[in-house]
């Protein structure tokens, strides 16, 4: 079986009572493509981050066997943030 995800490869900063986290590794397709990789062999990530995401956290990703033949790399691009605050 394979499966396709589409969606958004981002960075997250995340705020809480406890402490806050810069531009860390977020978007819905990177977590269900790397969850989705301890099930099944196949699976097809589909997103756009520009040229400042991390090349070892793609590296990360293609060693769990996720093809990232459908992710595009936008040269001069700024990758999806996405700031929250948890109160």
Not at 9 to 31: L, R
Request: glycine residues 10%.
């Amino acid at each position: 079986m394979s499966l396709l995800t589409v969606g958004t490869v981002a960075f997250d900063s995340i705020q809480t009572p406890f402490g806050k986290a810069e531009k860390v590794i977020g978007g819905a397709c990177t977590y269900i493509s790397w969850a989705a990789s301890y099930f099944t062999e196949h699976i097809y990530l589909v997103s756009i981050v520009g040229d400042d995401f991390p090349n070892d956290e793609l590296e990360a990703l293609k060693q769990r066997g996720i093809n990232l033949d459908g992710l595009e790399i936008v040269k001069n691009g700024k990758t999806f943030f996405l700031g929250r605050q948890v109160s």
